[in-house]
């Protein structure tokens, strides 16, 4: 086919006559811009995410002022003990029914583990212990107790102080031992990121929102590992009448959503042979 060179602007390739313009976009694209039709490598995925080792190590996004917790957990273990932590290879207590265990699963067992962090008050004036040791000078002193020792003893029974306290020093921060979850605890606990139910934000103010996370927790499947060489203090000791005038009312509120959420659990983990 002729087409009559009066019909194409002169200062253009014409297609038609010259082929090289379909294989060589030159003439219309951005030099700034890599050519994507003869550089292979113009579409590649960047290095940044094919390099597995940025997903490991948090430098380029993490606050320099703020420690990284995934490579020093140094905020919450006791500085006297060395820093790795230790979990035994199926550090399953044998005296606690798994009820995870199953032969056919795929999953870890170790997968859906919260470690638990002895809680304890420590009376208005002393000074935070810093140490295990420490803690359990006070403790003995009578200026610390397991946290809600007065209040709710059985908030905090199951993590089984009297077995936390005779264990002997750490030599580093480890698993101890593995408890049940029973009703109606208030564990604190650190967890994965990922797969922990989150907290229900419909409990507010007072009452019955630690419990209702780890009753949920416990319905999901997971299991209360307790650590030694770490545990959380509070500020003065839990008493009778310290509290703000609207307790009583926010916690009888709470009891209410309570009921009603315990309900719901076997609906949203159907699976589940737990309760709570």
């Not at 430098?59 to 990284?68: A, S, W």
């Not at 230790?86 to 606690?96: N, S």
Request: proline share 14%.
């Amino acid at each position: 086919m002729e087409v009559p060179k009066g019909f194409h602007d002169p200062g253009v390739p014409n297609a038609l006559e010259v082929p090289n313009t379909l294989r060589d976009p030159k003439g219309f694209r951005d030099p700034g811009v890599p050519n994507a039709l003869r550089d292979p490598n113009a579409l590649e995925v960047p290095n940044t995410l094919r390099d597995p080792n940025t997903l490991r190590d948090p430098k380029g996004f993490h606050d320099p002022g703020v420690p990284n917790t995934l490579r020093d957990p140094k905020g919450f273990h006791d500085p006297g003990v060395s820093n790795a932590l230790e979990v035994p290879k199926g550090f399953h207590d044998p005296g606690v029914p798994n009820t995870l265990e199953d032969p056919n699963s795929q999953e870890d067992p170790d997968a859906r583990v919260v470690f638990v962090l002895p809680a304890f008050e420590v009376r208005a004036g002393t000074a935070l212990p810093g140490s295990k040791a420490e803690l359990l000078r006070l403790w003995d002193a009578g200026d610390a107790r397991p946290f809600y020792g007065t209040l709710c003893p059985r908030c905090q029974a199951p993590t089984d102080f009297g077995r936390w306290r005779a264990l002997p020093p750490p030599p580093r921060l480890r698993v101890a031992y593995e408890v049940p979850w029973r009703d109606p605890w208030e564990p604190f606990y650190v967890a994965p990121a990922r797969g922990v139910p989150p907290f229900d934000e419909r409990f507010l103010q007072y009452g019955f929102n630690r419990i209702s996370q780890a009753c949920e927790l416990h319905m999901a499947g997971f299991r209360f590992a307790v650590l030694d060489g770490a545990f959380v203090a509070h500020r003065g000791f839990k008493e009778p009448g310290g509290f703000h005038g609207g307790r009583e009312a926010e916690l009888d509120h709470n009891r209410q959503l309570f009921r009603s959420f315990r309900a719901e659990l076997p609906r949203r983990y159907p699976g589940s042979a737990r309760r709570c």
